[in-house]
């Protein structure tokens, strides 16, 4: 075994551990619980689960059912002298998400992006720099220039489709991540990579991320292959994207329209010229944020509603009054205007979040109050998980939370609102909430408007099971579905 399997390998069974423990925890909340005082505060600490000790109730455990009843809850989980504080639910979120970088922060598990966006951008600066840059992406993808993005996206999505033949079956995953990137060609990364050398960046996009796994979040710099190749890829995407900034910057041409030209005109706080290194950074790591993430949510929205006939015959029923409404013709305010698909789309990432665990770190104390009533001292240096696939599916917020009903988040239930602020955390939320949200329900809308429209399919493969080896969850395999062209009838 070499050391990424094995560092995957210790880094799986403790994603294992911690998540027999977060599900059997609240079962054994009667019997788990000898409390500690913080000395200076007196208030107590979270309870710690020793994970080796609830294994011995394991057996017991599954044959009685560990369907596991989720309550807003604090505890920490202990493996071999690592702690993490869990906290479950909205009522002990709030400081988690929305607390400032110097009282609860990032931490370092970020540092193995380093490598792949290059220095003096992201997490190889200082928060309040790094605070200042994402200024440019969320000014770069706001709602005025996610306007102009849409006919791009369009194009793009009508372009790729006009390839598949009269019927055929196809790996909607693969199909997906292809598209996906070139959508980022055209509105991100600009016409020279789009139109000269998409295959080439492509494939280095691919040696980048292929190159990072759980092993790289525990060891990012150890020389190992993939590392070693991740290294060479960022080495000639950051040429090419230099060269690509220094030609624009030098020539006369009229300004571009894509989030490569705004990065390039970005000017610091001081007045100064965003740099080459920079514009480069950045753009990698947009394309990185947004690529598996929108690749993942784009085919579980699709094995989702194509496995559930009601909200396909919704999201079907939707496009043809859209039809109706605005004629063949999708632009920003059309895609805004189809909600049934908007709810399709976040149930299927409520039950199938991409990002299964958010990390901080406390940096300063805090204390936390559960549901019940419990109050919990959480000192300064815990690590502190706050976990979606859990978050996202507490009953006393979802009713039948184990179901995908899109239909939750329709105007008189809106399940999460009810819920409070953190109820839905698949794109995190408050100081660090995902900046692309918007631009990836567009993205993912344009593909699946489209499909609906055009095609009729059939999930030919059972429904994905999770790949939990990866950072990002995604169906596990090919997600094969078979399509036959047609035309939606609006009558
Ligand atoms: C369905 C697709 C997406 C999902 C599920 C998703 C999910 C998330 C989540 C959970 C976070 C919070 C991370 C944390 O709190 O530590 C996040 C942050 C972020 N996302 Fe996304 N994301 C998606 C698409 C995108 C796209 C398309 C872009 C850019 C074009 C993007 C850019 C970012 C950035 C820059 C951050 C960091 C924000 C910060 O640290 O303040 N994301 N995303």
């Not at 079956?169 to 600009?190: A, W, Y």
């Not at 979802?398 to 239930?413: C, E, G």
């Not at 993912?444 to 969850?473: A, G, Q, Y």
Request: net charge positive; aromatic share 10%.
């Amino acid at each position: 075994m070499d050391l990424v399997s094995i560092s995957i390998y210790m880094w799986s069974m403790v994603a294992l551990c911690t998540i027999i423990t977060a599900m059997v925890t609240t079962k054994l909340a009667r019997v788990r619980r000898p409390i500690t005082l913080n000395p200076k505060s007196k208030r107590p600490l979270p309870p710690v689960v020793n994970v080796i000790a609830l294994l011995e109730h394991l057996p017991r455990l599954c044959t009685k059912g560990v369907i596991p009843v989720y309550k807003g809850s604090v505890f920490t989980v202990s493996l071999f002298g690592l702690k993490a504080t869990f906290l479950v639910g909205p009522e002990v979120s709030a400081h988690f998400y929305q607390g400032m970088d110097s009282e609860i922060s990032q931490g370092d598990l970020y540092e193995f992006t380093v490598p792949l966006f290059g220095k003096g951008v992201g997490f190889d600066i200082d928060n309040a720099t790094r605070t200042e840059h994402l200024r440019f992406f969320i000014d770069a993808i706001k709602t005025s220039k996610l306007r102009n993005h849409v006919n791009s996206m369009v194009q793009e999505v009508e372009d790729y489709f006009a390839k598949w033949g009269e019927n055929g079956i196809v790996d909607i995953k693969h199909e997906f991540e292809k598209l996906l990137m070139l959508i980022s060609g055209h509105c991100l990364l600009g016409k020279e990579v789009r139109d000269n050398m998409f295959d080439e960046v492509f494939s280095l996009f691919h040696e980048l991320d292929s190159g990072v796994g759980l092993g790289s979040v525990i060891f990012p710099y150890i020389p190992i292959p993939s590392h070693i190749r991740c290294d060479k890829a960022h080495a000639k995407l950051a040429k090419i994207f230099s060269k690509i900034v220094r030609s624009r910057r030098d020539s006369n041409r009229p300004a571009e329209q894509d989030v490569l030209q705004y990065l390039i005109d970005s000017k610091h706080r001081d007045g100064n010229s965003t740099t080459e290194q920079e514009v480069t950074g950045w753009i990698i790591s947009m394309v990185f944020a947004g690529k598996h993430t929108s690749t993942n949510s784009t085919t579980w929205t699709g094995a989702c509603l194509l496995t559930h006939d009601k909200f396909l015959t919704e999201a079907l029923d939707e496009q043809k009054h859209m039809i109706q409404k605005h004629g063949d013709h999708i632009d920003y305010n059309v895609l805004l205007d189809m909600d049934i698909l908007h709810c399709c789309i976040k149930e299927a990432l409520r039950m199938h979040p991409v990002a299964p665990i958010i990390y901080r770190k406390a940096q300063k104390s805090f204390v936390v109050r559960t549901r019940e009533g419990d109050a919990y001292d959480i000192p300064e240096g815990h690590n502190l998980l706050s976990p979606m696939i859990f978050n996202n599916r507490l009953p006393y917020i979802y009713k039948d939370p184990h179901m995908y009903d899109p239909d939750r988040f329709a105007p008189k239930r809106e399940e999460d609102k009810v819920g409070g602020m953190f109820s839905y955390t698949s794109f995190g939320g408050g100081r660090h909430i995902c900046i692309g949200e918007a631009y990836a329900y567009m993205q993912i809308k344009v593909i699946w408007s489209h499909l609906l429209r055009n095609f009729e399919l059939k999930l030919e493969s059972p429904f994905p099971k999770t790949n939990w080896s990866k950072i990002l969850l995604e169906p596990w395999g090919k997600v094969m579905v078979s399509y036959k062209r047609r035309r939606l009838p609006t009558a």
